[in-house]
């Protein structure tokens, strides 16, 4: 299947921890990426984990992968108002060159 | 080191008119994409060069857009004839491999804001 799917919306509080969910179709998928998009502007590459790990950890971001569900998250630890922007997460699938499908995008808001 | 780079960043235009949207990679990087994002949607790859040769291009619907990287550097994406529904925002990218095994990350412009009115 080609489906990436992602909730749209995420409200959190400034300083609590905030966890992205993204479920993927494609069991061939070698690498998972997170990107960052704030208002008008282009695609960050946050982090990414290659499909034979259960964890990677960068700062305050955690990237958990279920390859068995084929479930991936994003834990963001002390969240800022400065993270708030849609994130993607995207798939890179085995013989598919280096195309990434990506997900449909979750705002994260951050509130005061 | 000095990122993706894309002209025009905004372009208002009719429906049935062309446009024409220009991408200069990251130094080095032979491998250049196209995607088109639409409001709410995630991005969608229309054209994947490797040099100035074609990967693939299976999402480009042809019968109205173009895109050519001649010289294996610059490249360029044409709308023509431009229908409402090509409104988007037109994102280039760069890497310096392609299906390379390590994770080879994919470097995004800031796109070019297309409106077709």
């Known amino acids: 299947g080609e489906d990436v799917e992602q909730s749209l919306f995420l409200s959190v509080r400034e300083g609590d921890s905030s966890v992205i969910n993204c479920t993927y179709t494609?069991?061939?998928?070698?690498?998972l990426y997170w990107y960052k998009q704030e208002p008008g502007a282009g695609l960050q590459l946050l982090t990414y984990?290659?499909?034979?790990?259960d964890m990677k950890q960068d700062q305050r971001l955690t990237v958990l992968l279920n390859k068995k569900d084929k479930h991936l998250s994003l834990r963001i630890a002390d969240t800022q108002t400065g993270d708030s922007a849609i994130y993607f997460c995207a798939e890179r699938r085995a013989g598919g060159g280096n195309k990434l499908t990506f997900g449909t995008g979750t705002q994260l808001k951050v509130e005061l | 080191e000095a990122g993706v780079a894309q002209s025009p960043r905004y372009k208002i235009i009719e429906k049935r008119q062309s446009v024409a949207f220009w991408c200069n990679p990251i130094?080095?990087?032979?491998?250049l994409y196209w995607y088109q994002q639409i409001l709410g949607q995630g991005p969608k790859l229309l054209i994947q060069f490797q040099n100035n040769g074609v990967v693939d291009d299976s999402q480009l619907p042809k019968d109205r857009f173009s895109a050519e990287r001649l010289k294996g550097v610059d490249s360029t994406l044409k709308i023509q004839p431009a229908k409402l529904e090509d409104s988007a925002v037109y994102l280039c990218a760069s890497s310096d491999r392609a299906g390379a095994i390590s994770g080879n990350t994919i470097y995004f412009g800031e796109g070019s804001w297309l409106t077709v009115v």
């Open positions: 130094s080095g990087h032979a491998t």
């Open positions: 984990i290659f499909s034979n790990m």
């Open positions: 494609d069991s061939s998928s070698t690498y």
